[in-house]
């Protein structure tokens, strides 16, 4: 595993991933400590499309990038497998409703008699020249969104107002963002102002092919049900009439393999981690649970 430190900042879950084990650097300016000792472990990612290739050029000309996809289909592993490969350290903001620019940016607190600013993960990427994935982005309050506009620009700065103070960005800091459209149908959209900033990739449910080759990679499970479970997932998902939210995701299909792969019953794993998942009412649980039972 490589060196991951999770830390709250106010109500914002913030996880530092240094993949690069650089050994001059122990303590971040937002104080979260990183040990020396890092296993550079690769994450295993199967490409899909291009978007190694869209990433790396995206980075080379500065420009952020926006990953847009349903729940599960390896945006984050992506973006973990891309700073590992670029040798960066990834900060990562999972926003929500409550996520303010000030959770970002950066705040003062009092430390003894003292007042001191400590900067926001933000900040901190900006000037490290980390790679910053803003997952759900949408999710995140009006203000951060109007922070971050001329960041996303050929401008590349942020304009501190409790110090007063504009920051250019480091040449090598890219801001990558990640948001799911299905989910967000209806009220929490992205303005074109917003998404027009973004290099942009849509991530879906891949091809069975590699969806088989990614169940054996994180499960160790055999081929042969790997292949059923791919084949329980597309069933599932051309399944449009039972109305589901979202419908089965590789995550789902993975975490069964797991299951599996440790010896719990095929079709109670299947059951626990697919058909559960996706659905509280009863029969349209008991329709997953039927379909999968005919297939495992
Ligand atoms: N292309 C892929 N290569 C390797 N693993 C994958 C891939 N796609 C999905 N996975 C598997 O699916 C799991 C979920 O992926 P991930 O957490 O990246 O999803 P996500 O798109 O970020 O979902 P969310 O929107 O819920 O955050 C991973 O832990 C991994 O096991
Ligand atoms: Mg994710």
């Given at each position: 595993m490589a060196n991951q430190q999770t830390k709250r900042w106010s109500q914002t879950t913030i996880k530092m991933t240094d993949f690069?084990?650089?050994?001059?650097?122990?303590?971040?300016?937002?104080g979260v400590l990183l040990n020396k000792?890092?296993?550079k472990a690769a994450p295993f990612y199967h490409e899909i499309e291009h978007e190694t290739e869209v990433f790396e050029h995206a980075y080379k000309n500065k420009l952020p990038v926006l990953i847009k996809g349903?729940?599960?289909?390896g945006k984050s592993r992506f973006i973990e497998f891309m700073a590992h490969n670029m040798g960066k350290r990834l900060i990562t903001v999972s926003c929500h409703?409550?996520?303010?620019s000030t959770d970002l940016i950066g705040r003062y607190i009092i430390k003894g008699a003292e007042t001191v600013w400590i900067d926001g993960p933000l900040t901190t990427a900006m000037k490290n020249g980390d790679i910053l994935y803003m997952d759900e982005?949408?999710?995140?309050?009006?203000d951060v969104i109007v922070a971050i506009h001329p960041l996303t620009d050929h401008r590349r700065e942020l304009f501190i107002d409790k110090l007063g103070e504009t920051i250019k960005a480091h040449p090598d800091f890219m801001l990558v963002a990640s948001f799911n459209p299905g989910y967000q149908k209806g009220f929490k959209e992205l303005k074109p102002s917003t998404r027009q900033r973004f290099v942009a990739l849509t991530f879906d449910y891949p091809l069975p092919k590699i969806e088989v080759e990614i169940l054996i990679n994180e499960s160790n499970v055999d081929k042969d049900t790997a292949k059923k479970l791919v084949a329980i997932g597309q069933k599932v998902r051309n399944l449009?009439?039972?109305?589901?939210?979202e419908t089965v995701s590789t995550r789902l299909l993975v975490d069964a393999a797991k299951l599996i792969h440790s010896g719990l019953p095929k079709r109670l794993s299947v059951h626990v981690?697919?058909?559960?998942?996706?659905?509280?009412?009863p029969q349209t649980l008991q329709a997953i649970k039927d379909v999968c039972d005919l297939m495992i």
């Amino acid at each position: 595993m490589a060196n991951q430190q999770t830390k709250r900042w106010s109500q914002t879950t913030i996880k530092m991933t240094d993949f690069n084990n650089n050994p001059g650097s122990e303590t971040t300016p937002t104080g979260v400590l990183l040990n020396k000792k890092v296993e550079k472990a690769a994450p295993f990612y199967h490409e899909i499309e291009h978007e190694t290739e869209v990433f790396e050029h995206a980075y080379k000309n500065k420009l952020p990038v926006l990953i847009k996809g349903p729940t599960g289909t390896g945006k984050s592993r992506f973006i973990e497998f891309m700073a590992h490969n670029m040798g960066k350290r990834l900060i990562t903001v999972s926003c929500h409703e409550e996520t303010s620019s000030t959770d970002l940016i950066g705040r003062y607190i009092i430390k003894g008699a003292e007042t001191v600013w400590i900067d926001g993960p933000l900040t901190t990427a900006m000037k490290n020249g980390d790679i910053l994935y803003m997952d759900e982005i949408a999710e995140a309050r009006p203000d951060v969104i109007v922070a971050i506009h001329p960041l996303t620009d050929h401008r590349r700065e942020l304009f501190i107002d409790k110090l007063g103070e504009t920051i250019k960005a480091h040449p090598d800091f890219m801001l990558v963002a990640s948001f799911n459209p299905g989910y967000q149908k209806g009220f929490k959209e992205l303005k074109p102002s917003t998404r027009q900033r973004f290099v942009a990739l849509t991530f879906d449910y891949p091809l069975p092919k590699i969806e088989v080759e990614i169940l054996i990679n994180e499960s160790n499970v055999d081929k042969d049900t790997a292949k059923k479970l791919v084949a329980i997932g597309q069933k599932v998902r051309n399944l449009t009439e039972l109305g589901l939210a979202e419908t089965v995701s590789t995550r789902l299909l993975v975490d069964a393999a797991k299951l599996i792969h440790s010896g719990l019953p095929k079709r109670l794993s299947v059951h626990v981690a697919v058909a559960e998942p996706l659905s509280d009412e009863p029969q349209t649980l008991q329709a997953i649970k039927d379909v999968c039972d005919l297939m495992i």
